[in-house]
């Protein structure tokens, strides 16, 4: 199951790595092209709630299933598309999947090991694959342009690899029925501490600025660096794609770094807060002093800092808020992560189309928008607990 996440990253930047490619193909603008990345974040949005309901519903094992088969259309579809308006259909389909993904993915895992009392290292897993899928695929592509190949056959391979899965998985075992939870509270004894009532305006509100902030930071790094590289340092396209891999590599081990660093109980607040402030950092460093120093440096804090799991940290900070109400929360924590993903290509790429120094100078303001909330966070989460 978790293989499907490996090609869910590569699906979730594989446009804006064959940005120009396709401005070509579909004969678009840059903005159009970055409207068909929207698209994924779209498709999400639009059905997760569905998917949620279908999981439910029809068995986890059909709804894995959906989640590929949309994902194999996608990487099939989109190569053969000649307009931004029929690859925007298609590309929706990506959202779809990952949306199906996401909803019985996650319940597979704790149905099938309802002992375990800590799953960050299955969190890990997800978010380790999806790395390493967003670390392989600017090599593979930087490889095609170099040898002159055919872009599309990285996405039939892509597509072959989740129709060779879809059979595994089709033939495996699932959890007959849900099983339950040994323990929900995430930290009884800070529960038990609580001084005060958390409010959902104050820091609630704090942490959904927190979701939208933290995904559009890498996001937008991962989208555009490529770019950025090539026009202020004039690097060839090809080798400006090695910065994503030097990104994702650097956030692939992060992930494990972070989790290890959870469990020692930090102060979680502060740890996001200082993985803001080097992110910030190196986000001014490469805006107001571009070089290969300088943008190298920000792949490596912004694969650490960013990308290394501070939103899941953040998911866990507001769990402990709200312990009775983790379902709502969760589901608004997660929809101000849609909403980014939905809109965040397109209006960077809107930006882009006056200057790609607009794109990063966004994203500063964002690294600072979220070191503020986090900030708010971080008194709150001194007052209400012991």
């Known amino acids: 199951m978790y293989l499907n996440y490996f090609f869910q990253g590569i699906a979730s930047i594989i446009i804006s790595q064959n940005l120009k490619i396709f401005q070509n193909q579909w004969g678009a603008s840059v903005s159009q092209v970055t409207l068909v990345v929207s698209a994924i974040g779209l498709g999400r949005l639009l059905t997760l709630n569905l998917a949620g309901w279908f999981s439910d519903r029809f068995s986890r094992k059909r709804t894995v299933l959906v989640g590929v088969t949309a994902n194999v259309l996608f990487f099939a579809g989109i190569v053969f598309t000649n307009n931004h308006i029929t690859a925007f259909l298609v590309a929706l389909l990506a959202g779809v999947g990952n949306a ?5 993915t996650y319940p597979i895992v704790v149905e099938s090991f309802p002992s375990e009392n800590d799953n960050s290292s299955l969190s890990v897993l997800n978010k380790a694959f999806i790395s390493t899928g967003q670390f392989i695929l600017p090599i593979l592509i930087r490889w095609t342009l170099k040898n002159d190949l055919y872009f599309g056959w990285i996405f039939f391979i892509c597509a ?14 699932y959890p007959e029925k849900q099983a339950k939870l040994l323990s929900f509270d995430l930290d009884p004894v800070r529960t038990a501490n609580r001084l005060h009532t958390s409010k959902l305006y104050i820091e609630g509100a704090a942490l959904m ?8 930071l890498f996001n937008i790094f991962v989208f555009w660096i490529p770019s950025f590289s090539e026009k202020v340092l004039g690097i060839s396209e090809a080798d400006s794609l090695l910065f994503v891999s030097v990104y994702s590599i650097c956030s692939f081990f992060s992930v494990f770094a972070t989790s290890f660093v959870v469990k020692k109980r ?121």
Request: proline share 3%; glycine share 6%; with cysteine.
């Open 266 to 386: 930090v102060n979680i607040p502060l740890l996001i807060l200082i993985c803001l402030f080097f992110t910030s950092l190196s986000l001014f460093y490469m805006i107001v002093w571009p070089s290969m120093l300088s943008i190298t440096l920000a792949s490596i804090f912004v694969g650490i800092f960013a990308a290394g799991g501070i939103w899941q940290l953040g998911l866990v900070v507001l769990l402990e808020f709200f312990p009775q109400n983790k379902g709502i929360v969760t589901s608004f924590y997660s929809f101000a992560t849609a909403v980014s993903v939905m809109l965040t290509p397109y209006f960077t790429g809107l930006m882009v189309e006056y200057s790609i120094y607009w794109a990063f100078i966004y994203n500063l303001v964002l690294a600072l928008i979220g070191l503020l909330a986090i900030y708010i966070v971080k008194i709150r989460y001194q007052r209400l607990f012991k």
């Open 100 to 104: 199906f993904l996401d909803t019985s």
């Open 160 to 173: 072959f690899g989740l129709l060779l899965n879809l059979f595994i998985l089709n033939r495996l075992s």
């Open 209 to 216: 600025i927190f979701s939208f902030v933290s995904v559009s």
